[in-house]
């Protein structure tokens, strides 16, 4: 019998310095667990892009995270506005960030696009006016 | 640094007190039956513990001057943050002839060493295959700290070797061509400002070129009581580095040698770790260079300094804009780079990975039912650190439940 590990963390909304927190603590009990460094760096990179996405675009979320012996889950749950044409948000560049979160070095249009290359799945929910769930799930 | 203590503790002054433990940035510190207790398999070798300890009963470990009696000739390899140590110096030679006047019978300075490793660093910068960005190895600590816990990154040190061991294999050869003499009859002492300096250059690499390490806090004051005796004469003129070199002693030093714009400099423990986790995180894309260091303010805050390292870093400012600009005569070949940089793996709770998860269940469970106020009065640094003592089966517990 696989035993999993459950991970839950509040991101809030705003805050560019504290984001990545949660992508912190689940690196560092990765890090601990012993998974192979590059498949910890994919999922590093790839919660980080969620973490500030719903920093930009939603006013923050929860991340929950299980840990499997062969595979890892992350849900990011937001309240936010919602995407309304996934497919387009998907495109790399594509972005709805405003100027001053760009001059800031973020919104790029990279951060959905990255998700997808750096997890072996990714699946996003999303509903205008309720909010963005997306799933990213990673083997180890 | 498993196999060379950079940090022992003098248990008669140690009052059991959490100021090392908390202020440890690998949580390598317990407190056990009234006395601090130090992991030396997590231990990096920042001298943050015996700057933060109240009672001087944390000391680093490092090699006797005496040592200079079991060589027939002795070179010394002193650190630019040596020349910030002293007010009022106008030329670095003054430093160089009282090393001379002390019983040493050549002086390199390890600034020299680290302006062959900033041009060596200038021509790795080339190679865009090399991946970004490159991380400086002048701090052993941080160097450590990556090897510990974050193993990944350790593809991007510079390959290039520390700057005393590239200023000790110089000033062998050159000493070998004056004297005659045996490699095995020449002392090379290197003179150092932190702990983790004396155990890199008692690692496996570097022990075969550097014999003795020594602190500058031991050889200060028989050096400044030879200051006066360096003017009776006139100075004999041994400095070569120039402002590169001795801008190393400083924080933002080593990457202010590359010419380039494109570098982060962090210094100071969590402000590394803060630039480490963003580095993981990809946040640095477009920056060539990061230079780490662990002491705030660079080399001059380490432990074995005698002089507030702010103004230390004064002195050495104006040292160095009175400093030429110096080009090393000597490229950094092949034979200055060391063997690849092996990870450590120091953060694994098991090497079976259903074990670890479990384990980290049972520290999830035992630390749900912690105060959480971190106070440390349980011997651990952490609530967290104390739940996973305590998983990994210690007979410790929390004093306030």
Redesign the interface.
């Known amino acids: 019998m696989?035993?999993?590990?459950k991970l839950s963390y509040t991101v809030d909304g705003g805050d560019f310095v504290s984001a990545?927190k949660a992508?912190?603590g689940v690196?560092r009990?990765l890090?601990?667990?012993?998974?192979d460094?590059?498949v910890?760096?994919r999922i590093?990179?790839a919660m980080?892009e969620g973490e500030i996405n719903m920093v930009i675009h939603a006013s923050g979320g929860t991340a929950e995270i299980e840990?499997?012996?062969d595979k890892i889950t992350i849900v990011l749950q937001d309240k936010g506005p919602g995407i309304e044409d996934i497919e387009k948000a998907m495109q790399e560049g594509f972005t709805t960030a405003t100027a001053a979160i760009r001059e800031l070095?973020f919104g790029a249009g990279m951060g959905l696009p990255n998700m997808k290359r750096y997890s072996d799945e990714l699946k996003v929910e999303s509903t205008v006016g309720v909010g963005t769930t997306v799933y990213l799930s990673f083997n180890v | 640094m498993s196999q060379f203590k950079p940090v022992i503790l003098d248990p008669e002054r140690c009052n059991g007190c959490v100021s090392c433990m908390k202020r440890c940035p690998t949580e390598a510190i317990r407190v056990r039956g009234g006395k601090a207790v130090i992991r030396y398999e997590l231990c990096m070798g920042c001298g943050e513990c015996v700057k933060a300890c109240p009672t001087n009963a944390k000391k680093e470990c490092y090699d006797s001057f005496d040592g200079i009696k079991d060589f027939a000739y002795t070179i010394c390899l002193p650190s630019p943050a040596l020349y910030g140590q002293f007010s009022n110096l106008v030329d670095i030679n003054v430093i160089l002839n009282a090393l001379l006047a002390l019983g040493f019978n050549k002086v390199f300075e390890v600034a020299s060493g680290a302006e062959i490793v900033s041009a060596g660093t200038q021509v790795l910068l080339e190679n865009k295959d090399f991946p970004r960005p490159i991380i400086g190895t002048g701090c052993p600590a941080a160097t450590e700290l990556i090897l510990m816990r974050y193993g990944h990154l350790a593809p991007q040190l510079s390959p290039i070797e520390q700057p005393e061991v590239i200023a000790a294999k110089l000033a062998v050869d050159e000493a070998i061509k004056e004297t005659g003499l045996p490699r095995e009859k020449i002392g090379v002492f290197a003179v150092t400002q932190c702990a983790a300096k004396v155990s890199s250059l008692k690692s496996d690499s570097a022990r075969k070129y550097i014999d003795r390490v020594l602190a500058v806090k031991e050889i200060y004051f028989n050096l400044l009581a030879e200051i006066p005796s360096t003017q009776e004469k006139p100075l004999a003129d041994l400095a070569r580095a120039g402002k590169i070199g001795i801008g190393w002693a400083a924080a933002s030093g080593e990457s202010s040698g590359l010419c380039i714009d494109n570098y982060v400099s962090a210094d100071g423990a969590e402000n590394v770790v803060e630039v480490l986790n963003q580095l993981e995180n990809r946040r640095l894309h477009g920056i060539d260079f990061a230079e780490l260091n662990m002491c705030s303010s660079g080399c001059v805050g380490g432990s074995m300094n005698v002089e507030n390292p702010f103004l230390a870093r004064a002195r050495l400012r104006i040292l160095r804009n009175k400093a030429v600009l110096s080009v090393p005569q000597i490229s950094c070949g092949e034979e200055f780079c060391r063997t690849e940089y092996q990870p450590k793996d120091v953060c694994k709770l098991s090497q079976n990975r259903a074990e670890a998860i479990k384990l980290t269940k049972t520290i999830q469970d035992i630390h749900a039912g912690l105060p959480g106020l971190d106070c440390g009065a349980c011997g651990a640094p952490r609530c967290m650190a104390l739940a996973e003592d305590i998983a990994k089966g210690e007979e410790v517990a929390c004093k306030l439940l």
């Open positions: 696989s035993e999993s590990l990545g992508s912190e690196k009990t890090k601990s667990i012993g998974i460094p590059a910890i760096r590093a990179i980080y840990i499997l012996e070095g």
